[in-house]
């Protein structure tokens, strides 16, 4: 494998309390941990930079990533945007909790809740706004680059989704408007102001914000992993757009550079905005739990450290920024892997074990032990919970499975604990549990419960059984079909949610990424499916699954 080392610098640095922290074994202790999941997940490149405070300690590339390749960062913008808006909050010109609507006409949804409770741009922040998570025009599953502006002025025509405070709906729409915002009250382009307030005075010289602006073949290669329609899936290149939702997932960048943004969080805020400031975007939001989204931020715990962070996912690139404010140490991962998210946490753990053992002499937790399973195959078979399926068998001895669409691996930690593997997760916890005559009848997985799968529904109806097939883009369809007598949609290429009828024409979305929205059937002259209104975006039908 081709590994590109830049830059192992001052691995001996000024610690906490005086100390010193001698980071000299990090890169061999990481490394095999990267190979390896770049080995077994499938993924092309990663490029990785740890930063104590000041100091980035160690900065490299893997496999067909170099360390100072450009990648897309997907949602790590956010941040970006959420500095933006808190400029201008201090400049006086924009109030984090005033009407969003005093900035201008078209901005927001039509609101039908009795009171009309106003969206601010708190909400707006952290996704408590009650709008949609993507927008008509210019949302995740549109190619057709509209820009921020026509992106935003769709959602005049939509309705929020839920009453704005009142629940946490992740959304790209949402900061979009909050960016939208700042270009009106500055008069300047989203990736004009970012240019001129942020990124070049961080000097951020790689990044940018439009794919315009990038020099030709600095964008490493990424790959899709396409659903096919008869449930497989095709591995492809990973085209290349911008997202209408700029400022909510469109930055181009670097390892190095983000290294630069953690950086200037160790030094206050380093004139970006006042300390006071950052530490008001580091605290959850509109919620008395002490984890939560702040503004632009996730804030979250790690070995009972507070954490600041974001993670990303945008076509063919997954990402994690995460800052440990208190000890001063951050970790940057880009891969060019679509969803694999839970694979770029594994590293990201992995780094931070490392930088505090190397900065505060604490050792991170040993990893359960693996136990042998006697039985592992009464735990195969088919199940299904409110949002999912899963099909679980015995592989050369190992439990492995499919969970909606996702490879899995489990791991036992005990009789009926084990944990699990897939692109998406990093050893998440599942239980399985017994009937009361013991046999092994569910388990509880990613707060879900699952059952085994029943086989006595009756089939889809034909009127419903027509509507089945391939609609949207190529590289990211909507696929829907039956399975088990239930309607699923495969989803941006992740996993499949089961649809509930709430009428003839209209499905309700279950937890998950299009929690409270909808899928409604658009018929054409003759009366047959021909478009879905799906989560407020327009997908053309373009086959039939056949049954």
């Known amino acids: 494998m081709k590994r590109t080392l830049i830059a192992v610098a ?3 640095v000024a610690g906490v309390a005086g100390k010193t922290a001698d980071y000299s074994q990090v890169p061999a202790r990481l490394e095999p941990v990267i190979r390896a999941e770049l080995r077994d997940w499938d993924i092309g490149g990663v490029a990785v930079a740890l930063i104590d405070d000041q100091t980035v300690v160690y900065a490299a590339g893997f496999g067909e990533a170099k360390a100072d390749s450009v990648f897309r960062c997907g949602s790590i913008s956010k941040l970006f945007n959420a500095v933006a808006v808190l400029q201008q909050v201090e400049a006086g010109e924009l109030d984090l909790d005033a009407p969003v609507s005093q900035y201008g006409d078209g901005l927001l949804p039509i609101n039908p809740f009795p009171d009309q409770p106003a969206v601010t741009l708190r909400q707006l922040l952290c996704h408590r706004s009650g709008l ?7 949302g995740y599953l549109d190619p057709s680059e509209p820009g921020l502006a026509a992106t935003v002025a769709s959602v005049a025509s939509a309705v929020l989704v839920t009453r704005p405070g009142d629940k946490t709906r992740y959304s790209n729409i949402g900061p979009s408007l909050a960016g939208r915002v700042v270009e009106r009250v500055t008069g300047q382009s989203f990736a004009a102001y970012q240019r001129e307030r942020i990124l070049g005075p961080l000097g951020m010289a790689d990044s940018q914000w439009e794919r315009a602006g990038l020099p030709p073949d600095r964008l ?6 396409v659903a096919d329609g008869r449930g497989g899936w095709k591995r492809e290149v990973t085209p290349v757009f911008d997202l209408g939702t700029i400022p909510a997932g469109n930055l181009y960048t670097t390892a190095g550079d983000l290294a630069r943004f953690v950086q200037a969080l160790a030094a206050g805020g380093r004139g970006l905005v006042r300390p006071e400031t950052l ?3 580091w605290r959850p939001q509109l919620t008395t739990n002490a984890v939560g989204f702040g503004l632009g931020f996730a804030v979250g715990r790690f070995r009972d450290r507070r954490t600041v962070s974001h993670s990303g996912a945008v076509y063919g690139h997954s990402s994690s920024l995460v800052y440990l404010p208190a000890e001063k140490l951050g970790v940057v991962i880009l891969a060019n892997e679509d969803i694999a998210n839970g694979r770029v946490r594994r590293m990201n753990r992995a780094a931070l074990n490392l930088l505090l053992e190397a900065k505060l002499g604490e050792a991170p937790p040993p990893e359960p032990a693996a136990v042998e399973n006697a039985s592992p195959a009464e735990f195969a078979g088919d199940y299904e919970s409110a949002s999912f399926w899963a099909r679980l068998e015995v592989r050369d001895g190992r439990l492995i499975g499919d969970l909606s669409g996702q490879p899995a691996r489990f791991t036992a930690r005990g009789p009926l604990e084990f944990v699990v593997d897939t692109r998406l997760d990093d050893a998440a916890p599942v239980t399985f549990e017994r009937d009361g005559e013991g046999r092994i009848s569910g388990f509880t997985y990613a707060d879900q419960r699952f059952q085994r799968a029943r086989r006595d529904r009756p089939p889809l109806p034909p009127e419903w059984r027509a509507r089945l097939g391939v609609y949207g883009e190529p590289f990211i369809p909507v696929v829907l ?4 007598g239930r309607l699923y949609a495969t989803t941006e290429n992740m996993v499949d949610y089961v649809l509930t009828p709430v009428n003839r024409q209209v499905c309700a979305f ?4 299009y929690v409270d929205e909808q899928v409604v059937f658009l018929p054409g002259p003759d009366g047959q499916t021909v478009a879905l209104d799906f989560a407020n975006m327009i997908q053309t039908r373009r086959a039939e699954v056949r049954p």
């Open 10 to 12: 001052a691995l001996t």
């Open 132 to 138: 949609q998570r993507e927008s008509a025009v210019g």
């Open 220 to 225: 490493v290669v990424s790959r899709l992993r």
């Open 279 to 281: 530490a008001e975007m």
């Open 481 to 484: 079909y039956e399975r088990w």
């Open 510 to 513: 279950p937890p998950g990424l």
